[in-house]
């Protein structure tokens, strides 16, 4: 009888413990999604900013390429 006791409360336990994992997890899914979704509305927002701003770096960084090209040959 003690071994079936045993047996059940182990049972039991292992059963409270999944239920845990599980509402963790969902916890947790559901924290990356609002994430997620937060980082995808600031991409939105600031993208187009984002765009222009690379463009701009680009020109810079072609800038000094020719700089230091042409200050290279002189």
Known sequence: MVVFAVMVALAVEG??????????ADRAR????????ANLD???QNG????DTEATL???????????TAGWRS
């Open 30 to 37: 559901q924290g990356v999604i609002t994430e997620i979704r």
């Open 48 to 51: 187009p900013g984002l765009l």
């Open 58 to 68: 680009w020109e810079v960084i072609r800038e000094e390429e020719r700089r230091s």
């Open 15 to 24: 059963w409270s413990e999944d239920r845990q994992m599980r509402e963790f």
């Open 42 to 44: 600031d991409f939105r």
